[in-house]
Nanobody, 115 residues
C-alpha cells in the first residue's frame, strides 16, 4: 500500500511557476491512474489533472496549457509543473489515485498565488 507525500508548494506572484512533487513510500507502478487534486476552503476537492501508468494525461479546462503532469515510476514520484499561475490557482494540492482512495490522502501542499 502506498503512502503519498506532497511537496513543493509556496507563495508565488501571478505569472510565476512552481513544481509540485508527490513521493510514494510504496510502489506507484501498480497505481494505474494518478491525479492531482486541489481544494480551497469551503469548496469540494477538485480533480485537476490525471496521468496513466503509460503517460496519457488529461487536464481540467482551467489549467490546460499552463500545467503539466508527469510521473517517474522508477522513482515512485508524480510531478506537477505549474506555469503562468493565477490567483484562482491558490489551493491546497494533493495527489492520489484516480478514483481517489481515502487512505491515500496526505497533508497536501499549499500553493498561494498573490502579489
Amino acid at each position: 500500500q502506498a503512502q503519498l507525500v506532497e511537496s513543493g508548494g509556496g507563495l508565488v506572484q501571478p505569472g510565476g511557476s512552481l513544481t509540485l512533487s508527490c513521493a510514494a513510500s510504496g510502489s506507484i507502478v501498480r497505481l494505474y491512474v494518478m491525479g492531482w487534486y486541489r481544494q480551497t476552503p469551503g469548496k469540494q476537492r477538485e480533480l485537476v489533472t490525471t496521468i496513466t501508468r503509460g503517460g496519457t494525461t488529461s487536464y481540467t479546462d482551467s489549467v490546460k496549457g499552463r500545467f503539466t503532469v508527469s510521473r517517474d515510476n522508477a522513482k515512485n514520484t508524480v510531478y506537477l509543473q505549474m506555469n503562468n499561475l493565477k490567483p484562482e490557482d491558490t489551493a491546497v494540492y494533493y495527489c492520489n489515485e484516480v478514483p481517489s482512495r481515502g487512505d491515500y490522502w496526505g497533508q497536501g501542499t499549499q500553493v498561494t498565488v498573490s502579489s
